[in-house]
């Protein structure tokens, strides 16, 4: 029995981008639907969906049991490691053209190098040390590059959104 669902999903989701997984399983949960939701309209993963597989109990061999889970498709985009800066340099036509398909052949040779969308997923309240704020009192995240997601009266908010409304709540995580 998890007793964190939330940090159980935080955990593998940030375990799968780091071996860099098309896509994880997570239990499903109300909460983590809300999350995954808001994971995806924020543009931090691909898309999930709802699967429900039959699983024979332990107990008893004869007796199916639904388990439904959220499969989440993780986000991977591509980074190349070019110095654009230096065409304005290059005069030449001829020397202009050869390091533009200089740099079109290390696009191809770093094109399979995938970096994950999500850099970081932070827990903020824990079932032991509950976090609750203001909608004054929200902090940005990397300046408003990241996002907090909150559960407030009116559901499951990212801290944008709670700040527009004017809401506060139990800050659950952190994502960037």
């Known amino acids: 029995m998890i007793n964190d669902t939330i940090s159980d999903m ?8 780091i071996v860099r997984k098309k896509s994880v399983l ?31 109990s332990i107990t ?10 959220l499969k989440i498709y993780l986000k991977y985009y591509k980074k190349y490691k070019t110095n654009f800066y230096k065409l304005n340099v290059i005069k030449n036509k001829k ?10 052949l290390l696009k191809g040779k770093q094109g ?6 999500i850099t970081n ?7 032991g040390l509950r976090i609750y704020v203001n909608h004054k009192e ?8 990241g996002i907090y997601i909150l559960s407030t009266s009116k ?22």
């Not at 639907?33 to 931090?44: D, H, Q, S, T, V």
């Not at 506060?168 to 994502?175: A, I």
């Open 155 to 176: 559901g499951i908010l990212t801290d944008r959104e709670a700040r527009f409304r004017g809401i506060g709540g139990e800050v659950l995580c952190s994502v960037w």
């Open 26 to 56: 997570i239990p499903y949960t109300k909460m983590n639907l809300k999350i995954a939701e808001i994971l995806e309209k924020e543009g931090y993963i691909l898309s999930f969906e709802i699967n429900t597989n039959k699983a024979i």
């Open 95 to 104: 020397a202009l053209s050869d390091f533009k398909n200089l740099i079109k």
């Open 112 to 117: 399979n190098k995938k970096t994950p969308c």
């Open 138 to 145: 929200l902090p940005r995240v990397l300046a408003g590059t």
């Open 121 to 127: 997923l932070k827990r903020i309240s824990k079932p």
């Open 60 to 69: 008893k061999k004869t007796s199916e049991t639904n388990l439904r889970m």
């Open 10 to 17: 935080l955990t593998r989701i940030r375990n799968a981008s």
